[in-house]
């Protein structure tokens, strides 16, 4: 029986630097986009978190279009892209009639039909593959570095402005009443959203980063009242997803980033399951 577990869940990650790779930048990423969407999902911005990954997706291609699969171009393509897109949805609601989900849902559509175009000017079926659901099992140290700052970046900026975030998050009008901190604040978080799709890019693509944000977030929300509760049981549950998501998709031949996600779709959905049969 023991050997049994250890063959299973254990070996996997001992004796294949592919698989320790990917379950270490697994965990830097939960540890930091799963915060990020407990904020996303209180602030009612869960499918702008969705547009928001797709926006990245220009500024990526057009690092691959000139500099092929190199991480530093596609990164830094991505994060440009990604803040231009959320400034510019910001403008257009500030300065037209229209909300700021209709601008953000229009600049998506646009960059995310942008960013395939473009892929599909030089690189193959493989290639937008790659860059549309990512490679976990092929993290390399430049990426496992990049995963690493954003993390860092984005717990040491939470414990900064802890207060200021969530007074934003739940009233941002009377925030902005008592505190010249209430823009700033607003479009830092964007910024963080931001990173974080970019350095969720780098193991699940652009269609899959926001699902370790949202899934392990809106999961926490059904068993935690408290906001830091939500924090650290979202992380918990990102992690346990990216780690049944690698053993599954180690042992069965199944697509990593697809599996990452649809395990945590599972504690999602037994988390539903549940808190319904519990009220009945």
Request: aromatic share 10%; net charge positive.
């Amino acid at each position: 029986m023991t050997g049994w577990l250890y063959e299973w869940f254990v070996a996997p990650f001992t004796a294949f630097g592919f698989m320790r790779n990917a379950l270490y930048g697994s965990v830097l990423l939960s540890l930091s986009a799963c915060p990020v969407g407990v904020f996303l999902t209180l602030r009612r911005m869960s499918l702008m978190g969705d547009a928001m990954s797709h926006a990245i997706l220009p500024g990526a291609a057009m690092g691959f279009l000139l500099y092929g699969l190199d991480i530093l171009p596609m990164t830094l393509g991505g994060l440009l892209a990604g803040l231009l897109v959320v400034l510019s949805a910001g403008a257009v609601s500030r300065l037209t009639i229209q909300k700021e989900d209709a601008s953000m849902a229009a600049f998506y559509l646009i960059a995310l039909a942008l960013g395939v175009l473009i892929i599909s000017l030089r690189g193959s079926s493989v290639d937008l593959m790659h860059v549309l659901f990512g490679t976990v099992l092929a993290l390399n140290h430049d990426a496992l570095l990049l995963i690493s700052a954003v993390a860092f970046a984005t717990l040491l900026l939470f414990f900064i402005f802890w207060r200021v975030i969530i007074a934003e998050c739940l009233d941002p009008l009377f925030l902005r009443s008592v505190s010249g901190l209430g823009s700033p604040v607003h479009f830092i978080f964007l910024a963080l959203v931001v990173l974080n799709l970019v350095a969720g890019f780098q193991a699940l693509g652009t269609l899959l980063s926001v699902g370790i944000m949202i899934l392990p977030a809106v999961t926490a929300r059904f068993w935690a009242k408290r906001v830091a509760s939500m924090c650290i049981l979202s992380a918990l549950l990102g992690i346990l997803s990216c780690l049944a998501g690698l053993l599954l998709s180690f042992h069965f031949s199944l697509p990593s980033g697809p599996a990452i996600i649809l395990s945590g779709g599972v504690f999602y959905l037994f988390s539903a399951m549940s808190i319904m049969l519990r009220k009945h």
